[in-house]
């Protein structure tokens, strides 16, 4: 692998990392019913981005690129009314990240550039675009994740 293609896949699998890290703290002090709450009116709960993020992940990399076979059910990713577990949620997430990070470091110069098709990535070219997508969605739930933390605080915080 060259010095490119090496710092390619390893700043991509590290950010995926470091990203999922980042889940996992903000996830910690919620309790099961806290991961589950949609504290606002409209959006989604901490559990359902999470569901979401997980979807993302295992079809967009894992089928597409890795070959899983996964079959996604996106509308269920936000409508799940099964609320197992915080840890089973973020046991599930944490493969489809070990997923996403072990294609990616294995990805050659040539196919980075093998073009990329699937539902719902009209506008991607590439596999390094789609992975590029997919490290920037997880970036941008998890700045809701950051949000939705705070707003359940609040609301702890406002009911003592």
Known sequence: MNNLNNTLSSGLANRFTLLANKVHDLAAPLTDEEFWRKPFG????????????????????????????????????????????????????????NVAVRAVGVQSDDEWALSYTAAGAQHIENRFDMVLQCVTHLDHHVGQMIYLCFELKRETVSVR
């Open 42 to 97: 409209f959006g989604n709960s901490f559990g359902h981005l999470v569901l979401h993020l997980t979807g993302n992940l295992n079809y967009y990399i894992g089928a597409q690129i890795a070959g899983t076979g996964y079959v996604r059910d996106r509308p269920r990713e936000f409508a799940e009314t099964n609320h197992f577990k915080k840890e089973e949620a973020l046991r599930r997430f944490d493969e489809a990240v």
